[in-house]
């Protein structure tokens, strides 16, 4: 049995992750989507709100479940039995950066752990969740990066701000 992880902060959800969720969600017995903890990060959206959001766009998918954590990923990993990690790759900077901590948690994972990588579709490469962040801030149009009911929330929180 296969039982993945697509780990980030999702603040917010964007469509690209979706995307990715739904296409790991075919390669995989169960995908568990859990939201990390940043404290180096100041969230737009609490872990309850993102968890909310991805349980939303997920409800469809009878193989994905949520979840948040804090901490080293493979102690995540390791704690919780997966045996696949997925992650998204946009472009090189992201293929440097995602095999140095792929080969990294290689040495921290206690069992065999495959590292998963799956390719951004292109209409999403130069979408991140920081991007959207400041162009919506700035009262951007970032329809159609975001789903509509996040977008919607964005709005209200920058609104407020």
């Known amino acids: 049995m296969n039982k993945a992880l697509f780990a980030g902060s999702f603040d917010p959800l964007t469509c ?5 969720i739904y296409r790991a969600a075919k390669i995989c017995d169960e995908l568990v989507v859990g939201i990390i903890s940043n404290p180096r990060k100041q969230p ?11 349980e939303n766009e997920c409800k469809g998918l009878g193989n994905v479940s949520v979840s948040s954590f804090t901490g080293l990923l493979a102690d995540y990993v390791n704690d919780n039995d997966f045996n696949m990690v997925v992650r998204g790759l946009r472009g090189g900077p992201d293929f440097e950066y995602e095999l140095d901590m792929a080969q990294m948690n290689a040495r921290l994972y206690k069992e065999k752990v495959e590292t998963v990588f799956l390719m951004t579709d292109p209409k999403y490469s130069f979408v991140s969740s920081s ?8 009262g951007g149009d970032i329809e159609g990066m975001v789903p509509a009911d996040i977008l919607a929330e964005m709005k209200e929180k920058y609104e407020r701000r």
Do not use: A, M, P, T
């Not at 991007?131 to 700035?138: A, D, G, M, R, Y």
């Open 16 to 20: 690209g992750h979706v995307d990715l």
């Open 44 to 54: 737009l959206f609490s872990i309850e709100e993102r968890k909310r959001q991805i």
């Open 131 to 138: 991007l959207l962040k400041e162009v919506c801030s700035l």
